[in-house]
């Protein structure tokens, strides 16, 4: 290690090293960033971390910090290896959980990201993260998803100061078709005087109101938003047809 350090990490100094000590997870390491700063292939970064994996040469802690490393790096083909392997025998070793969340959004896997964030929820302290990813993942590519409903329950009631996720539980409640408690969820929002929420957002917010009885607030939902975006033709027509009820 000493002598990598004095080479500047050299090449050929990094697989000599390798070569005597093939199990140091540190000289294991060196050789990944020496394979990076020479503009390795990503399939060949891949294949790299596939045959340490294979091996099980190297603590789950090593590989996260090579899937720290690739992430950051720009490689999410080879991060996404280490961090399947490291979630895989992680045993409840947080920072393992953390990784794949993070690989599978860039890899654009959904189901791993929900997976693996719902495994957090359930291992972590601070489940809010997790909860956070999930939601992402879950409201983009699988709405329906039972836990759905739940995390943004707890999301909104834990981050009262934050109308994101009141917002985004009103619009789940409202697309399964259920308006009163997408009402019950979203009248807090339209009586907000610091939060002024989008065209599309004050459409759902009024929809809900118009399909339960509540035309009067439909109303003043739909011309508060038209007085914020005049330039919404979507809020303009559907202030027109409510009025016209």
């Avoid at 009024?206 to 109303?219: I, K, L, M, S």
Wanted: hydrophobic share 40%.
């Amino acid at each position: 290690r000493m002598l990598i350090a004095l080479e500047g990490g050299a090449r050929d100094v990094v697989i000599e090293a390798r070569k005597q000590c093939p199990g140091d997870p540190d000289i294991w390491l060196a050789r990944l960033i020496g394979m990076i700063q020479m503009t390795a292939t990503q399939d060949s970064v891949t294949a790299f971390m596939d045959k340490a994996a294979t091996h099980h040469t190297y603590s789950i802690g090593t590989f996260v910090r090579a899937g720290e490393y690739l992430l950051r790096r720009g490689y999410p083909g080879g991060a996404a290896r280490a961090a399947h392997h490291a979630q895989d025998y992680a045993r409840g070793f947080m920072p393992a959980y953390s990784l794949a969340v993070r690989c599978a959004e860039a890899v654009g896997d959904p189901l791993w990201a929900m997976q693996s964030a719902l495994q957090g929820v359930d291992l972590a302290d601070n489940p809010t993260p997790y909860l956070k990813a999930f939601t992402r993942s879950a409201m983009d590519h699988s709405p329906n998803d039972p836990a759905l409903v739940r995390s943004l329950q707890f999301l909104m009631e834990s981050n009262p100061e934050q109308p994101e996720w009141r917002e985004r539980l009103g619009t789940v409640l409202f697309t399964r078709g259920d308006h009163r408690h997408a009402r019950v969820v979203l009248t807090p929002l339209s009586k907000s005087t610091g939060h002024f929420p989008s065209p599309g957002m004050s459409i759902v917010m009024a929809e809900a109101f118009r399909n339960t009885d509540g035309h009067a607030n439909a109303v003043r939902v739909l011309r508060a938003a038209r007085e914020r975006h005049p330039d919404s033709l979507a809020v303009l027509n559907n202030l027109v047809y409510t009025l016209q009820q």
